[in-house]
């Protein structure tokens, strides 16, 4: 079975970074590309990043540009999510998502992770 394990969310303060991890097993990660999506309450889930098979091609939602990046460590079946410069906007539940890239659709989902931007 597939799994997809997020881990790292918490609370943190305005202007500060936190790393998101997602850790998979269940399919030949290196096969595909992985994306992370975010939810905030009443607001429709949202794209955030997304990553080819191997890291070499990213894509990054507007409102996250030049603060986000989005890796992948295929050795590890581990992808990952790094931002900084939070903003109170930023606060959602964070989902990884396998697939996700070149319009195709998500095919299994984590259990999510909330990240809360607050003073």
């Known amino acids: 079975q597939v799994q997809l394990v997020e881990s790292g969310g918490g609370l943190v303060q305005p202007g500060g970074s936190l790393r998101l991890s997602c850790a998979a097993s269940g399919f030949t990660f290196n096969n595909d590309p992985m994306s992370w999506y975010r939810q905030a309450p009443g607001k429709e889930r949202e794209l955030v990043a997304g990553i080819s098979s191997v890291g070499g091609i990213k894509h990054y939602a507007d409102s996250v540009k030049g603060r986000f990046t989005v890796s992948r460590d295929n050795a590890k079946n581990t992808v990952y999510l790094q931002m900084n410069g939070l903003k109170p906007e930023d606060t959602a539940v964070y989902y990884c998502?396998?697939?996700?890239?070149?319009?195709?659709?998500?095919?299994?989902w984590g259990q999510g992770a909330q990240v809360t931007v607050s003073s």
């Open positions: 998502g396998r697939g996700g890239m070149y319009g195709y659709t998500v095919s299994s």
